[in-house]
């Protein structure tokens, strides 16, 4: 089962950044947090990913509570090609289970 | 190039038949994946394989038999094939000692008549 719970949809206004909030209270000390979406018809497509500091790349930023217990994914500015499934998923390391919950279906509006 | 490629992108099939699909990858992965994501659309986890080796069996009928014949390429073979089989397929790639990054595929649509 999958170990997060995150708002089933969300609306973000094209340019304006998308804050999409993940809960992962039950989280382990060595389970990373790693996000994911899936634009319609295509497969998943790797996010960014975490385990304790923020992270930023060139597709996200990726904010961590203190205590771990939630996070937020950042698109500093959604575009109408940001509307999909987002998916945050709790994983240990270089495991191979990456157990997919039921995501926040983001649109982004012009 | 694509990194990691499936065929057939589309399938339609009666009950009861055979059917096989196709992955490989070019990535140099070791580590391979079948994901199955239903009307639903709940992507879960169905097999992994390390160097050919079956690492994760996540309770799948064993009407389900995935084959790799190396570990650039894992096959997804399914017998008498029941309606409830219809769905998007996905494989995967990843490597074991990387980031955790999986890489899919597009997916392979199935549909049992």
């Known amino acids: 089962d999958a170990k997060t719970t995150q708002p089933p949809s969300m609306d973000c206004a094209e340019g304006r950044a998308a804050n999409l909030p993940c809960n992962h209270s039950t989280i382990s000390g060595n389970e990373y947090v790693y996000w994911y979406r899936q634009i319609h018809s295509q497969g998943p497509q790797y996010i960014i990913h975490g385990l304790k500091n923020n992270e930023t790349n060139e597709m996200a930023s990726l904010i961590i509570t203190e205590d771990r217990k939630s996070s937020t994914l950042i698109l500093p500015h959604a575009t109408l090609r940001d509307t999909a499934v987002y998916y945050c998923?709790?994983?240990?390391?270089?495991?191979?289970?990456?157990?997919f919950g039921t995501g926040t279906r983001l649109q982004v509006f012009p | 190039d694509t990194a990691v490629s499936q065929t057939p992108k589309y399938l339609v099939t009666q009950m009861g038949n055979d059917k096989s699909i196709k992955c490989e990858q070019n990535?140099?992965?070791?580590?391979m994946y079948w994901y199955k994501q239903d009307s639903k659309k709940f992507l879960k986890i169905m097999f992994s394989?390390?160097?050919?080796?079956?690492?994760i069996n996540e309770t799948v009928p064993n009407r389900f038999s995935p084959k790799s014949p190396d570990k650039a390429h894992l096959n997804l073979h399914i017998n008498s094939l029941e309606l409830g089989d219809s769905a998007v397929y996905f494989c995967?790639?990843?490597?074991?000692?990387?980031?955790?990054?999986?890489?899919f595929g597009e997916g392979s649509r199935l549909t049992v008549l």
């Open positions: 998923i709790v994983r240990v390391h270089n495991t191979d289970k990456l157990i």
């Open positions: 995967a790639s990843s490597q074991a000692g990387g980031t955790g990054e999986l890489f």
């Open positions: 990535l140099g992965h070791d580590t």
């Open positions: 394989y390390n160097n050919k080796e079956l690492i």
